[in-house]
């Protein structure tokens, strides 16, 4: 019983990492590289978008991406009772 526990945690947490990697790809590559020239049409702080993203933005977005991994990782400890 103890391993079944372990591995729905495990996965869960695979599923938690996963989805936030692929939202910073997302952010870092497609909008700081695949959609860079569209995005150049706006304007951030005098900078053109695209290359904002491509500056700052993805940092930005990992920064963001971090805390909200830590308070989905602190929910789903409570949850597994792996919480100390």
Do not use: C, H
């Not at 695979?14 to 910073?24: D, Y």
């Not at 790809?25 to 904002?52: D, I, K, Q, T």
């Not at 993203?53 to 949850?79: E, H, K, N, P």
Request: hydrophobic share 55%; aromatic share 18%.
């Amino acid at each position: 019983m103890a391993d079944d526990r372990a591995t729905r945690y495990w996965r869960a947490n695979l599923k938690l990492m996963a989805a936030r990697l692929a939202v910073w790809a997302f952010v870092s590559y497609g909008l700081g590289v695949v959609f860079v020239e569209p995005l150049n049409a706006f304007r951030l702080g005098g900078f053109p978008l695209g290359f904002w993203f491509a500056q700052q933005g993805s940092l930005y977005t990992f920064i963001v991406l971090i805390g909200v991994y830590v308070l989905a990782m602190d929910r789903l400890d409570r949850r597994y009772g792996v919480d100390s």
